[in-house]
């Protein structure tokens, strides 16, 4: 055994030894960006996808916001809506479903800020969603510059606000 | 015998693998590694075009290459094409520069006016008289390091179409394809 094959083993182990840190041990930053896939992910839909399915994503999603959770988003040729408290979140989330046939919703580029109290975090992302309306000509790609607050609680991750940051200034 | 002779010839997989010299192979392999990291992040950056905003131009899925190098060297020019940043590099907005720090900028009827003077854009195919910025009427001055940025497809609804002042922090680099 010579000592590139141990130099090459040792790497190897390395590696391993990273990558299951990473699994085993996960660190803040890790936990909220899981999270906030799992949101994404889960408020996407498809049109093959039952009502029960879909009611079902819905309360998961709600359950990853705080009860005093607020949204502010402006939205290109819609306008800004706020929205406060789960109720109303689900409600649009809902009405969403009614809209479209399907959303695809990602993050991207996802910023992740603990705060030093461990107890708050901040991320600035990108969203895309690509979305197919029901009508015609009601298909759109959009994406948009979001910032997220999230909040410790119990031990887990919610999200308490959501805003829209402008990219291009008027 | 000499020791030549006693010498165990290297097996093909291993120079398969590493080379003759594995420590030679080890530095050409980072320094590529490098060069690769440094040309694709500063040099050229590939892109692939979503939507219709850049339309007639630039169409949905064509891919094009942005220099962040070419705008950092020349600057930029009325008329470039340029990927502005949001929250890092996978998802990046493409407009065309129409506007230069210090300019005063006013889009009316359709036309855009710098300082006064309407400004002659042959790559549009059609634009809409409905569009007119900013709202309140008054030009909108544009600070040392803004630029005024607008999309191809004049023809969409204003309201449809994302546009307006970016910082020079925002903007990676030009179109150069």
Not at chain 1, 65 to 68: A, M, N, R, V
Not at chain 1, 134 to 137: A, E, F
Not at chain 2, 152 to 157: K, S
């Given at each position: 055994m010579n000592r590139w094959f141990l130099g090459m083993a040792t790497a190897v182990l390395l590696g391993g030894a990273w990558f299951a840190r990473g699994i085993f041990f996960q660190s803040e930053a890790v936990r909220v960006e899981r999270l906030l896939q799992q949101v994404a992910t889960d408020v996407s839909f498809n049109p093959q996808e039952g009502n029960v399915a879909g009611v079902r994503r819905i309360s998961g999603v709600i359950n990853r916001?705080?009860?005093?959770a607020t949204i502010e988003v402006e939205l290109l040729g819609v306008g800004t809506f706020n929205l406060a408290g789960r109720d109303e979140i689900q409600q649009a989330l809902l009405g969403a479903r009614r809209a479209a046939r399907r959303l695809a919703l990602k993050f991207h580029d996802l910023v992740i800020q603990i705060e030093e109290d461990g107890q708050t975090a901040e991320v600035h992302l990108t969203a895309t969603s690509e979305a197919e309306g029901?009508?015609?000509?009601q298909d759109g790609f959009e994406a948009l510059e979001f910032n997220f607050k999230l909040r410790k609680l119990e031990g887990g991750w919610f999200i308490q606000q959501i805003t829209t940051i402008p990219t291009l200034k008027q | 015998m000499n020791s030549s002779e006693l010498a165990v010839p290297v097996p093909w997989w291993r120079v398969a693998a590493v080379g003759r010299n594995p420590r030679v192979t080890a530095v050409r392999l980072g320094v590529l590694v490098l060069l690769t990291f440094l040309a694709f992040r500063y040099l050229f950056v590939p892109i692939r075009v979503t939507g219709i905003s850049m339309s007639p131009g630039y169409k949905d899925g064509e891919r094009r290459w942005i220099s962040p190098i070419l705008f950092w060297w020349r600057g930029l020019d009325r008329g470039d094409v340029v990927a502005i940043q949001m929250s890092g590099r996978q998802v990046m907005y493409l407009k065309r520069v129409i506007g230069l720090p210090g300019e005063r900028i006013r889009i009316a009827k359709g036309d855009v006016l710098v300082d006064g003077e309407p400004l002659s854009e042959p790559y549009l195919l059609n634009r809409s008289p409905a569009w007119n910025w900013p709202t309140n009427g008054a030009d909108r001055i544009l600070g040392p390091d803004e630029y005024f940025v607008v999309g191809?497809?004049?023809?969409?609804?204003l309201e449809n179409h994302y546009f307006g002042v970016a910082d020079r922090k925002r903007i990676l680099g030009k179109v150069v394809r």
């Open positions: 916001f705080t009860s005093d029901r009508g015609r000509n | 191809d497809n004049r023809a969409m609804p």
